[in-house]
């Protein structure tokens, strides 16, 4: 093939180098060629849609004159027959990195992050970096360029991959034989974005995914600023990016939850960003419908694995069989949602497999219309560039010739044109020699069988049934075969080669003996059969068993969201956390998500009735600190880092929430990390598992920020000694810069100056305006103490004090600041601060008047939060009552949303948890957890679920062990481990420390 | 003059209370007799309204309620309501290795070099830790320190919660050695940007290999009459000769398949499997084989995401059942601190399908049976160690665990800790105010 190539190239390449018509010319006469090309009696593919029978495609100086039907031929034309092949317009990459070299990661000395910048004159943060052009740095690559074109792409738009803001992409034509001159189309195409930072700077800042949100937030933010002339100084980061921002803004969000994430930052600005997916969209593919963004698909699906070895496929989560499954079918359901999508080579290792995923993309049902669409029109358009894409007249005369449907394996390229530079793949007229032939020599009958691509064929041979080694090749208009003798002993080469005859289809020619003799001989062509691969082909088409897509679509999932219930429960022990105490043999009625009556002998004419005689039913427990269901806890790139949210990294997916709710756990807030004196916001969710992560969120949610003291603000258990506060004596003088800065810029706000928005500050002054609350990581009294009397000198209160291991000590100072305490029943002695921590903690403090709470902190801990509410009864002697408090109402009043859960209380949500057995006992078990009325786990219907889950794993292992045993290329067994997130886990990172 | 010395001892006693562990107690004096309790053997049976006798440290009667059998000068404790049972036994633990996880200089438990079978728990044992401390209110009385890290970690000595030094402590000096089978995955390193995830390992056969050499060559070593100097390779001696049990620390089904082989191959007597947490899927090879199980801390989350949420709470319950010998550890995250929590991993598995009375055989009889020291400890019987204590209620349920008395050989030990006093202190602090 790539011989054939190399040899046609130099005869068919009638390239003209385009020199500019200003240029001087001093090595000979200037010489114009002003003639036309016609490519005549093709299937033109003008665009997807609009197809032409016998169409003529009329071009000059690279750009389409006319295309259609019955087009009138100019006399001066070069006349091309494309004999009934097919013509396409080239395929456009919108998400490209094509001749952009991605830059070197720089590497840092000393053991501290860099938290500064490392360029001067531009944006504070290194990671932000619009001045960058593509086209700056733009080098054409003639290896890649030629392997786009095989695959069937004639124009990119590429851009530097690094950074999160990351400037302004180039839209080039991959014209071999012109020059750059030729290839630019525009040097400013578009501008690109993500979440990843750069690898050209060490600066720490951000750590986490919603570090990157805030920081881009801020930005859009600064760059308003500067545009109305506020800023005293230069900043050519923002001046680039304001000069950008006519531009398609193209993010690269590269995951269903991050184009989420992207979509609320770009509504916030009034921006619509193009959003490079991830290739799971399908999960959820209605929150991606409703971001109405446009999407650049990635085709990059996984290969199956390898799991012959049964000990290693036992290794593989469900998750990742079923991605392997399902991906493929992503552009379908993109159709099938009438969603606009592109289709990108990124992501894929080499640039040669995409035809293959695309095909493979159509196999699962996607339809080839709409695939071409996505690599030609919608590209074109989302690019606002309608003059690629198509070939309408006035467009670029970018097209491939191909012997048929552009997306069929058996289909080859012959040509592609890109701007009049021809490159010529194979012979668009030399005769298809593929089919079966039978010949006779030394008494036996033979039989070849040439399939395989027209330029590409293969051989297959047999002599009376025996198989011989053979093989094939073509050059132009000659056939040459080589083939083994029959005698098994001896073996012996024999040639053949023939001219192809233009009138017949047999093979004339002459055999070569390995004695040097030779013969004549003709193979007689079999009439045509249906061809043996257009069958494979129409199996491997054949519908996929595709498993539906459950809510989360992993293990525990559902295949169509559980609904709110009238219940009835009957006889039950119940834990009203009210004044009526415990009642026995006690009715409750739940109805449209609340408790609608509570007493005996109740009657419902609707309600579904559970017989609770034995068991005990109580509100559902709330873990004030928690890390599960988050992608990210810690932003650590800064001091404070007010302007981060929880709230925009929530994971609905983690499995860790079904596992909280066959624990009883219906409301937690997840926390940031305590990596910083001023931590991010929280996120308070309800754990209604299967909805998105949007749905998650508690209503109107009360709001709260994670402050943090001690050991970890101090850095002082990792080797980092550059970032202030190293003591406990800087924590203090932390808060007193920020609340002072905070105060002085709510009051510039409030006077109706003009200012600059701060989105750090903002936050912290609705902490000054009593309209955001602190729950803060603390240890040790004197820090503890120091906290209060901040908030004191800036007239408000802390809420809540989370761990607050030593508040035993300073029970009395906390009661009268009003501050609740979060504390873990009995962790200690993992490090130096939690040295005199100790488990009568909560009795003491619950006994002094403190509201108190018990959490988890922990992923595990957390599904037995009601083991944990024990241990207060054991350690201190806290009545039961009060230590089921303690997880349920306690942590609802610190969390301000008693109004609504933490009690069984008619008007109340209906979040409750039947219990086996006393909720305090070891012995007792979560039997049904319901949220709002519906049931989010139920101890029975888990039975269906395992049982399901162990299909799903059987069928698709077999069918990966069907897919390797057809010689399908496997991958091998990995487990994607998801992080479990503590106090003190980064992105990215595996750390297994405490708190 | 008298009364200040009293003074000064007082005083004394205070300040040194103040920074150390409880007080060991001397040698028992009276013959204790406890009346009227349910005594939990320890061997799954259980004696309601029982009568346990003990002098000199020893039990010398445990049966039903005989008002004949006690003497007038027995102390006579009246249990009646309340519940007996032998001390609990946490094996494979790093107590007093480790005092403050986050401290350096506290930290014991690992030394450096892959082949450590020569590093011994016992001496770096600290008798005066302030977690240890925090056990034995809770019952936790025994404990097998064992060392960690390296393919071969070194070894463990089983002791006594309450003691003035090491040899005050030890029940079982040198045990066993502790293995770490080879890992079929090993994680990616993000550090170097790889993935986090695990993938398979492929050095797996190879590591085998080099211990299949290790052992062997330990083996020939000291089968020769006049060996050289090898530290490392005398401590293996007891593996082979039968005196050491082998703990394999081994977890997915594969290794745990291998190290069965393996020490079949190596013809080692005694094999213990510690984490396993897979051995649910191979019981019946255990039981052939009479290898026993450490099974790893029950209240931890499922390895993978489709596996049952509830797995581990009822891997105990499956081994019972087919028949293998388990006991509870509860090695990994916050492990010593959460030792105490021993009992209420045993309750758990009675949520799950064990008997109380199966699930207390876990962290007592079956715990000693697998530490060689079921001679002396684990159980409630006759001739054993009065090592056993008295709860106000269920001692598997937090909601009742509520220590009266504990003993260690009959000596009656302080249920005191430093985390008591400082609760007691600021308790009053605020009662006064």
Same mark, same amino acid.
């Given at each position: 093939?790539?011989?054939?190539?190399?040899?046609?190239?130099?005869?068919?390449?009638?390239?003209?180098?385009?020199?500019?018509?200003?240029?001087?010319?001093?090595?000979?006469?200037?010489?114009?060629?002003?003639?036309?090309?016609?490519?005549?009696?093709?299937?033109?593919?003008?665009?997807?849609?609009?197809?032409?029978?016998?169409?003529?495609?009329? !071009?000059?100086?690279?750009?389409?004159?006319?295309?259609?039907?019955?087009?009138?031929?100019?006399?001066?034309?070069?006349?091309?027959?494309?004999?009934?092949?097919?013509?396409?317009?080239?395929?456009?990459?919108?998400?490209?990195?094509?001749?952009?070299?991605?830059?070197?990661?720089?590497?840092?000395?000393?053991?501290?992050?860099?938290?500064?910048?490392?360029?001067?004159?531009?944006?504070?943060?290194?990671?932000?970096?619009?001045?960058?052009?593509?086209?700056?740095?733009?080098?054409?690559?003639?290896?890649?360029?030629?392997?786009?074109?095989?695959?069937?792409?004639?124009?990119?738009?590429?851009?530097?991959?690094?950074?999160?803001?990351?400037?302004?992409?180039?839209?080039?034509?991959?014209?071999?034989?012109?020059?750059?001159?030729?290839?630019?189309?525009?040097?400013?195409?578009?501008?690109?974005?993500?979440?990843?930072?750069?690898?050209?700077?060490?600066?720490?800042?951000?750590?986490?995914?919603?570090?990157?949100?805030?920081?881009?937030?801020?930005?859009?933010?600064?760059?308003?600023?500067?545009?109305?002339?506020?800023?005293?100084?230069?900043?050519?980061?923002?001046?680039?990016?304001?000069?950008?921002?006519?531009?398609?803004?193209?993010?690269?969000?590269?995951?269903?939850?991050?184009?989420?994430?992207?979509?609320?930052?770009?509504?916030?600005?009034?921006?619509?960003?193009?959003?490079?997916?991830?290739?799971?969209?399908?999960?959820?593919?209605?929150?991606?419908?409703?971001?109405?963004?446009?999407?650049?698909? +990635?085709?990059?699906?996984?290969?199956?694995?390898?799991?012959?070895?049964?000990?290693?496929?036992?290794?593989?989560?469900?998750?990742?069989?079923?991605?392997?499954?399902?991906?493929?079918?992503?552009?379908?359901?993109?159709?099938?949602?009438?969603?606009?999508?592109?289709?990108?080579?990124?992501?894929?290792?080499?640039?040669?497999?995409?035809?293959?995923?695309?095909?493979?993309?159509?196999?699962?049902?996607?339809?080839?219309?709409?695939?071409?669409?996505?690599?030609?029109?919608?590209?074109?358009?989302?690019?606002?560039?309608?003059?690629?894409?198509?070939?309408?007249?006035?467009?670029?005369?970018?097209?491939?010739?191909?012997?048929?449907?552009?997306?069929?394996?058996?289909?080859?390229?012959?040509?592609?044109?890109?701007?009049?530079?021809?490159?010529?793949?194979?012979?668009?007229?030399?005769?298809?020699?593929?089919?079966?032939?039978?010949?006779?020599?030394?008494?036996?009958?033979?039989?070849?069988?040439?399939?395989?691509?027209?330029?590409?064929?293969?051989?297959?041979?047999?002599?009376?049934?025996?198989?011989?080694?053979?093989?094939?090749?073509?050059?132009?208009?000659?056939?040459?075969?080589?083939?083994?003798?029959?005698?098994?002993?001896?073996?012996?080469?024999?040639?053949?080669?023939?001219?192809?005859?233009?009138?017949?289809?047999?093979?004339?020619?002459?055999?070569?003996?390995?004695?040097?003799?030779?013969?004549?001989?003709?193979?007689?062509?079999?009439?045509?059969?249906?061809?043996?691969?257009?069958?494979?082909?129409?199996?491997?088409?054949?519908?996929?068993? !595709?498993?539906?897509?459950?809510?989360?679509?992993?293990?525990?999932?559902?295949?169509?969201?559980?609904?709110?219930?009238?219940?009835?429960?009957?006889?039950?022990?119940?834990?009203?956390?009210?004044?009526?105490?415990?009642?026995?043999?006690?009715?409750?009625?739940?109805?449209?998500?609340?408790?609608?009556?509570?007493?005996?002998?109740?009657?419902?004419?609707?309600?579904?009735?559970?017989?609770?005689?034995?068991?005990?039913?109580?509100?559902?427990?709330?873990?004030?600190?928690?890390?599960?269901?988050?992608?990210?806890?810690?932003?650590?790139?800064?001091?404070?880092?007010?302007?981060?949210?929880?709230?925009?990294?929530?994971?609905?997916?983690?499995?860790?929430?079904?596992?909280?709710?066959?624990?009883?756990?219906?409301?937690?807030?997840?926390?940031?990390?305590?990596?910083?004196?001023?931590?991010?916001?929280?996120?308070?969710?309800?754990?209604?598992?299967?909805?998105?992560?949007?749905?998650?969120?508690?209503?109107?949610?009360?709001?709260?920020?994670?402050?943090?003291?001690?050991?970890?603000?101090?850095?002082?258990?990792?080797?980092?000694?550059?970032?202030? +506060?190293?003591?406990?004596?800087?924590?203090?003088?932390?808060?007193?810069?920020?609340?002072?800065?905070?105060?002085?810029?709510?009051?510039?706000?409030?006077?109706?100056?003009?200012?600059?928005?701060?989105?750090?500050?903002?936050?912290?002054?609705?902490?000054?305006?009593?309209?955001?609350?602190?729950?803060?990581?603390?240890?040790?009294?004197?820090?503890?103490?120091?906290?209060?009397?901040?908030?004191?000198?800036?007239?408000?209160?802390?809420?809540?004090?989370?761990?607050?291991?030593?508040?035993?000590?300073?029970?009395?100072?906390?009661?009268?600041?009003?501050?609740?305490?979060?504390?873990?029943?009995?962790?200690?002695?993992?490090?130096?601060?939690?040295?005199?921590?100790?488990?009568?903690?909560?009795?003491?403090?619950?006994?002094?008047?403190?509201?108190?709470?018990?959490?988890?902190?922990?992923?595990?801990?957390?599904?037995?939060?009601?083991?944990?509410?024990?241990?207060?009864?054991?350690?201190?002697?806290?009545?039961?009552?009060?230590?089921?408090?303690?997880?349920?109402?306690? +942590?609802?009043?610190?969390?301000?949303?008693?109004?609504?859960?933490?009690?069984?209380?008619?008007?109340?949500?209906?979040?409750?948890?039947?219990?086996?057995?006393? +909720?305090?006992?070891?012995?007792?078990?979560?039997?049904?957890?319901?949220?709002?009325?519906?049931?989010?786990?139920?101890?029975?219907?888990?039975?269906?679920?395992?049982?399901?889950?162990?299909?799903?794993?059987?069928?698709?292992?077999?069918?990966?062990?069907?897919?390797?045993?057809?010689?399908?290329?496997?991958?091998?067994?990995?487990?994607?481990?998801?992080?479990?997130?503590?106090?003190?886990?980064?992105?990215?990172?595996?750390?297994?420390?405490?708190? | 003059?008298? %009364?200040?010395?009293?003074?000064?001892?007082?005083?004394?006693?205070?300040?040194?209370?103040?920074?150390?562990?409880?007080?060991?107690?001397?040698?028992?004096?009276?013959?204790?007799? $406890?009346?009227?309790?349910?005594?939990?053997?320890?061997?799954?049976?259980?004696?309601?309204?029982?009568?346990?006798?003990?002098?000199?440290?020893?039990?010398?009667?445990?049966?039903?309620?005989?008002?004949?059998?006690?003497?007038?000068?027995?102390?006579?404790?009246?249990?009646?309501?309340?519940?007996?049972?032998?001390?609990?036994?946490?094996?494979?633990?790093?107590?007093?290795?480790?005092?403050?996880?986050?401290?350096?200089?506290?930290?014991?438990?690992?030394?450096?070099?892959?082949?450590?079978?020569?590093?011994?728990?016992?001496?770096?044992?600290?008798?005066?830790?302030?977690?240890?401390?925090?056990?034995?209110?809770?019952?936790?009385?025994?404990?097998?320190?064992?060392?960690?890290?390296?393919?071969?970690?070194?070894?463990?000595?089983?002791?006594?919660?309450?003691?003035?030094?090491?040899?005050?402590?030890?029940?079982?000096?040198? #045990?066993? $050695?502790?293995?770490?089978?080879?890992?079929?995955?090993?994680?990616? %390193?993000?550090?170097?940007?790889?993935?986090?995830?695990?993938?398979?390992?492929?050095?797996?056969?190879?590591?085998?290999?080099?211990?299949?050499?290790?052992?062997?060559?330990?083996?020939?070593?000291?089968?020769?009459?006049?060996?050289?100097?090898?530290?490392?390779?005398?401590?293996?001696?007891?593996?082979? #000769?039968?005196?050491?049990?082998?703990?394999?620390?081994?977890?997915?089904?594969?290794?745990? $398949?291998?190290?069965?082989?393996?020490?079949?191959?190596?013809?080692?007597?005694?094999?213990?499997?510690?984490?396993?947490?897979?051995?649910?899927?191979?019981?019946?090879?255990?039981?052939?084989?009479?290898?026993?199980?450490?099974?790893? %801390?029950?209240?931890?989350?499922?390895?993978?995401?489709?596996? #049952?949420?509830?797995?581990?709470?009822?891997?105990?319950?499956?081994?019972?059942?087919?028949?293998?010998?388990?006991?509870?550890?509860?090695?990994?995250?916050?492990?010593?601190? &959460?030792?105490? &929590?021993?009992?209420?991993?045993?309750?758990?598995?009675?949520?799950?399908?064990?008997?109380?009375?199966?699930?207390?055989?876990?962290?007592?009889?079956?715990?000693?049976?697998?530490?060689?020291? #079921?001679?002396?400890?684990?159980?409630?019987?006759?001739?054993?160690?009065?090592?056993?204590?008295?709860?106000?209620?269920?001692?598997?349920?937090?909601?009742?665990?509520?220590?009266?008395?504990?003993?260690?050989?009959?000596?009656?030990?302080?249920?005191?800790?430093?985390?008591?006093?400082?609760?007691?202190?600021?308790?009053?602090?605020?009662?006064?105010?």
């Amino acid at each position: 093939m790539k011989k054939i190539q190399l040899l046609l190239m130099g005869i068919l390449c009638i390239s003209t180098a385009y020199a500019q018509d200003y240029f001087p010319k001093n090595d000979g006469v200037k010489s114009e060629i002003t003639n036309y090309t016609a490519i005549i009696n093709a299937k033109l593919y003008i665009t997807p849609t609009k197809v032409i029978e016998n169409g003529t495609l009329l !071009i000059k100086d690279g750009m389409v004159v006319r295309s259609g039907k019955n087009i009138q031929i100019p006399e001066n034309s070069e006349i091309i027959d494309a004999n009934g092949n097919s013509v396409y317009p080239s395929f456009v990459d919108m998400y490209s990195t094509f001749g952009v070299a991605k830059p070197k990661r720089v590497n840092g000395s000393g053991r501290s992050p860099q938290y500064g910048p490392s360029r001067e004159g531009f944006y504070w943060n290194d990671h932000i970096r619009p001045e960058q052009n593509a086209i700056d740095v733009f080098k054409f690559d003639e290896k890649t360029a030629k392997s786009m074109l095989e695959q069937g792409f004639g124009v990119v738009n590429t851009h530097m991959e690094d950074g999160i803001v990351r400037g302004s992409g180039a839209l080039i034509a991959l014209d071999l034989d012109g020059t750059d001159a030729n290839r630019i189309i525009s040097g400013r195409s578009g501008q690109y974005l993500s979440f990843s930072k750069s690898v050209q700077s060490r600066q720490s800042y951000p750590t986490s995914i919603m570090g990157g949100m805030a920081l881009l937030r801020q930005l859009y933010h600064d760059a308003d600023w500067y545009k109305k002339g506020n800023a005293k100084t230069t900043d050519r980061s923002i001046e680039a990016f304001n000069s950008n921002s006519d531009l398609v803004q193209i993010m690269g969000a590269g995951s269903r939850a991050n184009a989420l994430r992207a979509d609320a930052v770009g509504d916030q600005f009034g921006i619509q960003y193009i959003i490079l997916g991830g290739g799971d969209e399908y999960e959820r593919i209605n929150t991606i419908k409703n971001t109405n963004a446009a999407f650049i698909l +990635p085709v990059n699906f996984p290969k199956p694995y390898d799991v012959e070895n049964s000990f290693l496929a036992n290794k593989l989560e469900l998750e990742s069989m079923k991605e392997w499954n399902q991906r493929p079918s992503n552009p379908k359901v993109f159709e099938e949602h009438n969603i606009k999508f592109a289709l990108t080579t990124n992501g894929l290792k080499s640039v040669s497999e995409f035809k293959t995923h695309v095909k493979n993309a159509i196999n699962h049902g996607l339809s080839p219309t709409k695939a071409l669409e996505a690599l030609t029109t919608v590209p074109s358009q989302l690019l606002r560039n309608n003059k690629i894409g198509n070939l309408q007249n006035g467009s670029y005369a970018n097209f491939t010739i191909t012997s048929g449907d552009i997306f069929e394996t058996t289909t080859s390229i012959y040509e592609h044109w890109i701007r009049g530079s021809r490159t010529v793949f194979g012979d668009l007229n030399s005769k298809d020699v593929r089919g079966s032939y039978t010949f006779n020599f030394d008494n036996s009958e033979y039989k070849l069988d040439i399939s395989g691509k027209k330029e590409a064929p293969k051989a297959t041979l047999k002599a009376d049934s025996l198989k011989l080694s053979c093989s094939v090749k073509q050059d132009k208009d000659w056939v040459y075969l080589l083939f083994t003798s029959k005698d098994t002993l001896q073996q012996n080469f024999m040639r053949f080669s023939a001219k192809v005859n233009e009138t017949s289809s047999n093979l004339s020619g002459i055999l070569n003996f390995s004695d040097g003799s030779s013969q004549n001989l003709t193979l007689i062509k079999a009439e045509k059969k249906d061809d043996k691969t257009s069958e494979k082909e129409k199996k491997e088409s054949e519908a996929k068993t !595709i498993l539906s897509v459950s809510y989360p679509n992993g293990p525990y999932g559902f295949d169509k969201l559980p609904e709110a219930e009238t219940l009835l429960f009957q006889n039950a022990t119940v834990w009203t956390n009210e004044n009526d105490g415990i009642l026995t043999h006690t009715d409750v009625l739940i109805k449209d998500g609340k408790i609608a009556a509570i007493g005996q002998n109740l009657k419902s004419k609707n309600a579904k009735i559970i017989d609770a005689t034995g068991k005990h039913l109580t509100s559902g427990i709330i873990d004030e600190h928690s890390h599960i269901a988050a992608a990210s806890i810690n932003e650590a790139g800064q001091n404070s880092s007010a302007e981060v949210s929880i709230e925009d990294v929530i994971d609905a997916d983690d499995v860790n929430i079904y596992r909280n709710l066959s624990g009883g756990v219906t409301t937690i807030q997840i926390l940031h990390g305590s990596a910083n004196p001023i931590g991010g916001r929280s996120a308070i969710i309800k754990l209604k598992w299967g909805e998105s992560a949007k749905n998650l969120i508690y209503k109107n949610s009360p709001k709260f920020i994670k402050f943090a003291l001690g050991e970890n603000v101090k850095q002082s258990n990792w080797g980092s000694y550059e970032r202030f +506060p190293q003591t406990r004596m800087g924590v203090e003088q932390t808060y007193m810069d920020y609340f002072s800065r905070a105060k002085a810029y709510d009051l510039k706000k409030k006077s109706g100056q003009a200012y600059r928005v701060d989105l750090e500050l903002e936050v912290l002054a609705e902490i000054l305006n009593k309209e955001r609350f602190i729950s803060c990581h603390s240890y040790v009294q004197s820090e503890i103490n120091m906290l209060m009397k901040v908030a004191e000198r800036f007239n408000f209160n802390i809420n809540t004090f989370t761990h607050i291991l030593e508040g035993y000590k300073v029970a009395d100072k906390m009661k009268a600041h009003g501050v609740g305490a979060s504390t873990f029943s009995d962790w200690w002695a993992y490090k130096y601060e939690v040295n005199d921590a100790i488990p009568y903690n909560a009795a003491i403090l619950n006994n002094v008047g403190v509201i108190t709470a018990i959490n988890s902190d922990d992923a595990e801990m957390s599904r037995r939060l009601n083991q944990e509410a024990a241990k207060a009864v054991k350690y201190g002697g806290a009545s039961e009552e009060d230590a089921w408090k303690m997880v349920t109402l306690n +942590p609802a009043k610190l969390l301000h949303i008693d109004d609504k859960v933490g009690s069984i209380k008619v008007g109340k949500d209906a979040d409750l948890v039947l219990w086996s057995n006393h +909720p305090l006992s070891i012995y007792a078990k979560a039997e049904q957890t319901l949220i709002e009325g519906t049931t989010y786990f139920d101890i029975a219907r888990n039975q269906e679920h395992r049982k399901n889950i162990t299909t799903e794993r059987n069928t698709l292992i077999q069918m990966m062990l069907k897919a390797k045993n057809k010689g399908m290329k496997t991958q091998a067994v990995k487990v994607n481990k998801k992080q479990d997130m503590h106090c003190d886990t980064l992105d990215h990172e595996q750390n297994h420390n405490h708190n | 003059m008298k %009364r200040i010395n009293t003074y000064i001892i007082a005083l004394l006693t205070i300040s040194f209370l103040g920074s150390a562990q409880q007080t060991p107690t001397p040698q028992q004096q009276n013959t204790v007799a $406890i009346v009227g309790a349910t005594a939990h053997i320890g061997n799954g049976s259980v004696l309601e309204n029982s009568l346990v006798i003990f002098k000199d440290g020893v039990l010398q009667y445990v049966g039903a309620h005989d008002e004949g059998k006690i003497n007038s000068d027995n102390e006579v404790i009246n249990a009646s309501g309340q519940h007996v049972y032998p001390g609990f036994i946490i094996p494979n633990s790093t107590l007093g290795l480790i005092e403050i996880d986050a401290v350096r200089a506290s930290d014991d438990d690992s030394e450096i070099g892959t082949w450590n079978p020569h590093i011994r728990s016992l001496i770096a044992y600290n008798t005066e830790s302030k977690v240890v401390e925090t056990m034995r209110p809770n019952g936790v009385l025994l404990a097998q320190i064992t060392p960690r890290g390296g393919r071969i970690s070194g070894t463990s000595s089983v002791v006594q919660l309450d003691a003035w030094n090491w040899e005050d402590a030890v029940i079982k000096v040198d #045990d066993g $050695i502790h293995m770490n089978w080879p890992n079929s995955f090993s994680r990616g %390193r993000w550090w170097a940007g790889e993935d986090p995830g695990l993938k398979i390992n492929k050095n797996y056969n190879g590591e085998i290999q080099e211990l299949t050499s290790y052992f062997n060559n330990a083996r020939v070593h000291n089968a020769n009459e006049n060996p050289g100097l090898n530290l490392p390779f005398e401590a293996m001696k007891g593996v082979f #000769d039968g005196n050491k049990t082998l703990y394999i620390h081994v977890d997915d089904e594969k290794g745990i $398949i291998d190290a069965v082989a393996f020490s079949k191959t190596q013809n080692i007597q005694k094999v213990v499997l510690v984490g396993a947490y897979e051995a649910y899927k191979q019981t019946a090879l255990l039981k052939e084989n009479g290898i026993s199980v450490l099974l790893r %801390r029950i209240h931890t989350r499922p390895e993978k995401s489709d596996e #049952d949420y509830d797995l581990p709470f009822k891997l105990a319950k499956i081994l019972v059942d087919a028949g293998v010998t388990v006991a509870l550890e509860a090695s990994g995250d916050m492990e010593r601190m &959460n030792s105490r &929590n021993l009992p209420f991993y045993a309750g758990t598995t009675v949520a799950y399908g064990l008997s109380k009375e199966q699930a207390l055989q876990l962290i007592t009889l079956n715990a000693a049976k697998i530490l060689g020291i #079921d001679a002396h400890y684990g159980s409630l019987e006759v001739g054993k160690s009065a090592t056993l204590f008295i709860s106000k209620g269920d001692a598997l349920d937090m909601r009742t665990n509520h220590l009266k008395n504990a003993y260690i050989d009959g000596r009656k030990i302080s249920l005191e800790s430093h985390q008591t006093k400082l609760w007691k202190r600021y308790s009053n602090k605020y009662k006064n105010q």
